[in-house]
């Protein structure tokens, strides 16, 4: 006769509902650890926000620092949506970048939180190889670096190595956020996209100075 099955104890596992809890987690603990600190924020305070035991926090999150940088992760993967959201309703390359810089700009300017996250893990931990905004920053920049070889490819962008355009870019509007953050925005969030890309896409020089300076440039390369 054959065995009897046994039925599952207990209740069933609701995904959504982990998945929900999970992110009521990582959301108070962004707003704590932003306002008080990494040091200063205590579990229970991440427990007690949440009107939960603090046993719950740990289930999902093993230590206070799993906790942080699952925090700063979630900040990183919500702003690659906020970017390619807007950016995948683009058609035209240059209207790609575009909608990218306004977007990375409008998502910090909405999270300042997120730009205190970056600050405390690099105070926090300084010994990790690769803070996560660089780590998701290098995962994501294969995509740039295609739609950059597009354009150069059919003459739109001058020919150098696609890198030359990711990188200052991403300096460039890493370092916007923390002036931002720090010293005020002097400007509407949209004025500075655009006064950005403006420098971007037309540069600096006028046509006679761009001449020269490709030449005084390119003695220096080869002197």
């Not at 058609?91 to 405390?120: K, R, W």
């Amino acid at each position: 006769m054959p065995a009897a099955r046994k039925c599952p104890r207990g209740r069933p596992r609701d995904d959504e509902l982990i998945a929900r809890r999970r992110e009521e987690i990582l959301e108070a603990a962004t707003r704590l650890f932003a306002a008080d600190g990494f040091a200063r924020t205590d579990v229970q305070a991440v427990a007690d926000e949440l009107g939960v035991g603090k046993g719950t926090v740990y289930r999902y999150f093993e230590t206070k620092e799993a906790l942080f940088l699952a925090a700063a992760d979630q900040a990183m993967h919500r702003l690659r949506e906020a970017v390619h959201a807007v950016v995948d309703e683009q058609a035209d390359p240059l209207e790609q970048i575009a909608a990218a810089v306004h977007a990375y700009l409008a998502y910090f300017d909405a999270h300042p939180e997120c730009v205190e996250l970056l600050i405390l893990e690099r105070a926090a931990f300084k010994d990790r190889k690769k803070p996560t905004y660089f780590e998701h920053r290098d995962a994501n920049v294969g995509r740039w670096h295609e739609l950059f070889r597009g354009l150069v490819a059919t003459g739109r962008v001058r020919e150098a190595p696609v890198e030359e355009f990711t990188e200052t870019i991403s300096d460039l509007l890493y370092g916007t956020i923390f002036t931002n953050h720090f010293a005020g925005r002097r400007e509407p969030m949209e004025l500075q996209a655009h006064r950005i890309l403006k420098t971007l896409f037309l540069g600096m020089l006028s046509e006679p100075e761009r001449a020269r300076y490709s030449r005084a440039a390119g003695r220096r390369c080869t002197s």
